[in-house]
């Protein structure tokens, strides 16, 4: 097993590569026989003949699937056409290539016409406060999309046109990005937790024309003021020569001023005493989501685009340390997002489905905007936090909304598990029926607590593997088929094909563990990154020509199980977010007592890892928590809040090796106070480590 340097790095204090070919032998969990009852696959021998034929036969496969949706044209050519192999030639994949469609249209129109859904809920949305909701159906929903994608016609949007969203989890976020897609401009959503530099980064790199953002936001009880930070990002830009044309604002916490109105998305002023937001505007840039929309048209017809033309642009953190932005398509995304929803949480008619994920992640993009959409689903919009306005807010939720099937990540459930069973079980929860985590592996106790104390013993879960690059669902159980091993993903969905590989690239059979690879496409992947097509090339698919690699490792157990063992390349997941640590650590050098930094994981009991900075001062500079403040404000300004660091150690010098390089692997070792370092035949000065052992923080800073 070629791994060594990353024995132990992922699943944190939660001790899952440890343990995980114990667990391998452990119980399994079979599916809830009322569940395989009435589930789209009720056994496994029935995923496993519908797997073999999505892999032997994928063109017929996902062509029956793409019947359920509308095309303008239909497929002229080959269904699918493909190179995996870099030694071949150029690096591409097109699915139903030629074939026109518009993705809006399947999502919103096709459901209220074809399917005569229009009155049926679209979102349930759930404010900060429990007493603000609102709630919009699939006709009213169309109605607001139509009203935007004329507003963004006016400013001049067109197909192929980059649009960047920064807004909370309100409903005009998923009217925005929709109104996107029906004019076929590209949507690049920044998460609203990422700072005006991130934004700025991200604006530029893909020449955005204009800017939907929001005033301000309550999470919890903390006040986001989303307008200053999205005016910084703007100053920035313009100072960079790039100046972003329009920005439209919505009017969300001075929603109050506004009245009722009578538009469907229009939520109930807020109850909470409004503080005095002080917003500045930019004449002749800013104009208000609110104007515009009353001077807008009721039709829209959607511009039909090619199954391969660009939907949208998703950054995500790349090893270089520059965010890369992942791009998926119109047709491939469709066909994917919508059966992985429909498979993973057995999805029927009268389900009301709860994705806890923010729309600034991909989890978001496919599992509470289009996946559910196109399949005319109810779902919850939920703008606020686990642990507000108390910590069974969730369970509350569920509650209020009789929601069926529930999908969030292992560090929420971890964090709620410290508050005990008592929050959960002061709700009847007696709707759930699937329950489901995603974003790193999720740790036994986690598991279990899940599966025991919120599904009460009579939800299945399913642990969905997948990144921002494949689109959907990778590795998953399917809830009626599947037995179920706490903390293993399981087996692959529909039309993926894994692999195992060792150093040289070699195919392991059976029992084994390596490098996580996929064979062949699947609809949902990635086809480029935005303006650098190169970079897609060398990031996943020159390491092993042939395949797609994910940058995990993973382990198949006796039984073909998948476990994922975490990231094999310098990046790090903090509660189920990637970030790279070399993003980390150009944010530390940028501080002028910073002259070198090194970064690496460190097992945290709810974010799974989190960040421990080694830093080396330049002369003239001593270490104080005055400094260790401004490094950490330093990366909320650079990155965001999700990469402050949880511990700064002084590094008067780094372990390196003698041709200079980090050694990294020491000092994650020297973080846990782990004397156990291996073979240490290359490293330059021994007597470096000895002094960072002794100057180890010990406590959360
Ligand atoms: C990375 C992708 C896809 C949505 C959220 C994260 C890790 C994700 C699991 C899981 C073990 C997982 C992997 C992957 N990961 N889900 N169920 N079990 N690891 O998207 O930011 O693109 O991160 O998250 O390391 O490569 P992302």
Redesign the pocket.
Known sequence: MGLPEERGR?GGGSGVREEAGARSRARSWSPPPEVSRSAHVPSLQRYRELHRRSLEEPREFWGDIAKEFYWKTPCPGPFLQYNFDVTKGKIFIEWMKGATTNICYNVLDRIVYEKKLGDKVAFYWEGNEPEETTQITYRELLVQVCHFSNVLRKQGICKGDRVAIYMPMIPELVVAMLACARLGALHSIVFAGFSSESLCERILDSSCSLLITTDAFYRGEKLVNLKELADEALEKCREKGFPVRCCIVVKHLGRAELGTGDSPSQSPPIKRPCPDVQISWNEGVDMWWHELMQEAGDECEPEWCDAEDPLFILY??GSTGKPKGVVHTVGGYMLYVATTFKYVFDFHAEDVFWCT?DIG???GHSYVTYGPLANGATSVLFEGIPTYPDTSRLWSIVDKYKVTKFYT?PTAIRLLMKFGDEPVTRHSRASLQVLG??????NPEAWLWYHRVVGAQRCPIV????????GGHM??PLPGATPMKPGS?TFPFFGVAPAVLNESGEELEGEAEGYLVFKQPWPGIMRTVYGNHERFETTYFKKFPGYYV???GCRRDQDGYYW?T??IDD?L?VS???LSTAEVESALVEHEAVAEAAVVGHPHPVKGECLYCFVTLCDGHTFSSTLTEELKKQIREKIGPIATPDYIQNAPSLPKTRSGKIMRRVLRKIAQNDHDLGDMSTVADPSVITQLFSHRCLTIQ
Not at 437 to 442: D, F, M, Q, R, S
Not at 463 to 470: R, Y
């Open positions: 992922s995500t953190s994920a992640w991909i989890t990540a985590t995603v974003g790193e592996p999720i642990d969905t593997f997948w990144q921002t690059e494949t590795l998953t993903a994910t940058g995990d994922i975490g990231r990046m997941n189920g977010h990637l």
